[in-house]
């Protein structure tokens, strides 16, 4: 994932819906920039609240 990709990331997911657990798998992915890793950690702060 890199600084283009990373809006699209973002807006894959509906924060809105109530699920109980959230698995985001990315033993696989590079992140190839802070953008990326932004996105992931807005991610992850959004569902936890």
Do not use: G, Q
């Not at 890199?2 to 985001?24: G, H, N, P, T, W």
Request: cysteine-free; proline content about 0%; overall charge positive.
């Amino acid at each position: 994932m890199f600084f283009v990709s990373a809006d699209r990331f973002s807006k894959a997911f509906d924060y809105k819906e109530l699920i109980d657990k959230v698995r985001i798998y990315v033993s696989r992915a590079h992140f190839w920039d802070i953008t990326a890793v932004s996105a992931l950690d807005k991610a992850v702060i959004k569902f936890r609240r």
